[in-house]
């Protein structure tokens, strides 16, 4: 059946460029040389997709089909920049569209106006894809900040900064507009007419829940929002209805163009509208924005739901028996596909989209999910495994999209357990944080200077390619050790060690300490006999799996630090908190802080994961033991490793700021300049519990020789399709676009 009020003639738009002023007014009309299969509504609007009950359609051959759209997100970052910088350039996108293609997605999500080159990239790419082109989901960012701050949506600056964005970003894709310069947003001339290619537009961000609820609250008394396009049901409340206008401001500026598209909000779990009960904290389910409280009026192209669902947060994942009622196809009790049966449930006669999902190729962990399903702690993959799966449930729900989060790698983003430990804050973009698993999230790896260089496998080769001034020999002082050399990039210190005689992991230990300021263990029992006159802060053990890790001098520890000594979640013995203590302790990060009433229902316990693991393997992908997570190898005499740099304590190794003895307020910590690091190299046999060479006389260490480096401020990268993509792409392979 035609939806009422829709032509069933089809329109072949004949999109042709124009130039010159006085067809200005025609461009957004017929843009590009490509055909677009649209029908029109009574009134003229060309529609080529729409919502039909719980379905997206797409027209195509003369006839309505179903369509699942299988996306991905798309940052507006690179390394040494940030998104307000926009440095995209047009031949990024012209790869990362076809590589886009190649994967199989047909849609390609951004939350905000990009520069013009974006758009004009993209119709120049769809011309040469005609018959199936790489659609766009525009998103436009709400004024985030304001409504965090002032927590009241109506207030007037703030929905008058919304409706100027809702009109920059609809002149931006269809060609129509100059955007005057704004700091950190994207400005320019917009000609590139992209209509024809757009799936829908996605409004806001997610929305903060005191925020809404205070919405709510102080504007009990404003009337329900009536427009011609989308309207307030009866049961919305004041932000629903908040959102209804804004929504229906989108349709009305586009209909001025000529066309209409399927239009949605952003929201995620926060603020889903179902009821929580198992959810431990009180602000992840304290208030509802529910989409079936918005109807569409006279809007044929239609209106769907869309959320942002990852499988590990919030927390009731975890905890709530009502998500642990369905299993999947392993057999599995899986609260994720139990969570996406029961949204789609509540939204009965809609669409529902996912707009946001995945998990991270990171060391760091920041949550943990049902599963094996955490926020970080999985290799690439890993990664796609479970990305894959996740895709799978959502599509098997009778979802009407996935957009995979995300495309690229970013450096610049920040974690809540880490963000504490980048000293200086606005450096993050500067240097690959391999625990802020925030960064790690693409399919395109965005790789530091040297880890296209060196190949973790236990060979020299690659050493011996790179330029003398790029590597420094360092005194192999203790016996057991023939030569060692250091390096470094934006992501890791590498050192290379020529030992005397074969490494046995199950016999021996090798142990690689770290001094990099004043201060730390000059003795320790994990040492036995070893005694030096500077400290060290840090000590990398490599042996057996299980043995294999770096650990953090206890008085340097800042994860015991913030959460022992500051906020009182974890118990620390007053002996280790003292210089010199002799204790090394495992790297580990918060994954669940300790709370209490009134913030949660019931005492939520403080959790934490080790992260300072040291895999061994290769980095040579397709040989055995390949792991993106790969950090030393060896192969007969020769070892070679790669420490991430927060391991050893660096805050920013583009500064050389490494976290401090010193304490600085209670929200953050101090951090100083080294002026390098000193290493020791020591040999242990297991039978015997000694170190090679240690006799108990006093080491020198603070007459050594330290590794030091140039400061930088523009990094070094180089991109790469991770192991995630290549899975992800079979994945896709077997989900059918017409549903």
């Not at 207030?155 to 920059?168: A, D, G, H, M, N």
């Amino acid at each position: 059946m035609e939806k009422a009020g829709i032509r069933k003639r089809i329109s072949w738009l004949l999109l042709a460029g124009f130039a010159g002023a006085t067809v200005g007014f025609a461009m957004w009309m017929f843009p590009t040389s490509a055909q677009v299969e649209t029908v029109q509504t009574s009134e003229g609007h060309h529609i080529k997709f729409r919502t039909h009950g719980e379905q997206l359609q797409m027209y195509k051959d003369s006839t309505w089909k179903p369509y699942f759209v299988k996306g991905i997100n798309l940052g507006a970052s690179l390394p040494g920049h940030y998104p307000g910088e926009l440095p995209i350039q047009k031949e990024d996108y012209e790869r990362w569209f076809g590589q886009m293609y190649e994967l199989g997605v047909r849609a390609v999500r951004i939350y905000t106006i990009h520069q013009p080159v974006f758009y004009e990239t993209l119709v120049e790419f769809n011309r040469k894809h005609a018959d199936d082109p790489l659609y766009l989901i525009q998103g436009i960012w709400s004024p985030e900040e304001a409504l965090i701050e002032k927590k009241d949506a109506f207030l007037p600056e703030i929905k008058t900064e919304f409706r100027q964005e809702i009109e920059y970003a609809v002149g931006a894709v269809y060609g129509d507009i100059e955007i005057p310069e704004r700091q950190g947003k994207a400005s320019g001339t917009y000609t590139a007419n992209a209509g024809p290619y757009l799936l829908g537009w996605h409004i806001g961000t997610e929305w903060d829940p005191e925020m809404v609820s205070q919405t709510n609250r102080v504007r009990r008394q404003e009337p329900m929002y009536h427009g011609r396009h989308f309207q307030a049901a009866p049961a919305a409340t004041p932000f629903e209805s908040w959102l209804a206008e804004m929504l229906d401001y989108t349709a009305q500026l586009e209909a001025k163009r000529g066309w209409q598209h399927p239009v949605t909000f952003t929201n995620w779990v926060t603020t889903d509208p179902l009821s929580h009960p198992g959810e431990p904290i009180i602000h992840e389910d304290m208030v509802s924005v529910d989409p079936t409280h918005i109807q569409n009026v006279n809007w044929e192209a239609g209106f769907f739901a869309a959320y942002h669902v990852y499988p590990y947060y919030p927390d009731f994942f975890r905890f709530d028996p009502e998500v642990r009622t369905v299993k999947n196809e392993r057999g599995e009790i899986d609260p994720y596909k139990s969570y996406l049966r029961q949204l789609k449930s509540h939204h009965k006669g809609m669409p529902v989209m996912v707009t946001e999902f995945g998990v991270p190729s990171s060391l760091g962990v920041a949550h943990l999910g049902p599963l094996g399903r955490d926020q970080g702690g999985h290799d690439e993959r890993e990664q796609g495994r479970i990305n894959a799966e996740l895709l799978q449930e959502i599509y098997a729900e009778g979802y009407s999209g996935a957009i995979l989060f995300t495309w690229q790698d970013e450096w610049f983003k920040r974690t809540w357990n880490t963000m504490r430990f980048e000293i200086p804050e606005d450096r993050r973009a500067y240097w690959k944080n391999e625990l802020t698993n925030e960064s790690f999230f693409g399919l395109l790896a965005m790789d530091a200077g040297k880890e296209d260089d060196l190949v973790i496998d236990g060979k020299a080769d690659d050493w011996d390619r790179l330029p003398a001034e790029e590597k420094r020999k360092m005194p192999a002082h203790m016996p057991g050790f023939r030569d060692i050399w250091m390096t470094h990039d934006e992501a890791y210190v590498y050192l290379l060690a020529r030992l005397d005689g074969a490494f046995q992991p199950e016999k021996e230990t090798l142990y690689l300490g770290f001094d990099t300021i004043p201060g730390g263990n000059r003795q320790s029992g994990e040492l036995p006999g070893l005694s030096l006159d500077e400290g060290l802060e840090a000590l990398a053990v490599l042996g057996t799996e299980q043995e294999s890790q770096v650990k953090l001098a206890a008085q340097y520890d800042f994860h015991r630090r913030l959460y022992g000594e500051r906020f009182g979640m974890l118990s620390i013995p007053e002996e280790e908190r003292q210089d010199n203590s002799g204790v090394f302790t495992p790297v580990k990060l918060a994954v669940s802080l300790e709370m209490t009433p009134p913030d949660t229902k019931q005492y939520h316990p403080f959790e934490e994961v080790v992260v300072g693991k040291l895999r061994r393997g290769t980095t040579a992908v397709g040989k055995e033991g390949y792991s993106s997570q790969a950090h030393w190898q060896v192969n007969g005499e020769w070892l070679e490793v790669r420490i991430p740099w927060m391991l050893i304590g660096f805050t920013d190794p583009s500064t050389k700021h490494v976290l401090s003895y010193r304490d600085g307020n209670t929200k953050s910590f101090d951090a100083v300049k080294t002026e390098g690091i000193r290493i020791i190299a020591l040999r242990g046999d297991k039978a015997s519990g000694r170190l090679q060479g240690v006799d108990g006389t006093v080491v020198p260490l603070s007459t050594w020789e330290r590794y030091t480096w140039r400061e930088w401020e523009l990094p070094q990268f180089s991109e790469r399709l991770k192991e995630s993509y290549s899975i992800y792409q079979k994945a896709l392979q077997t989900i059918p676009a017409d549903r």
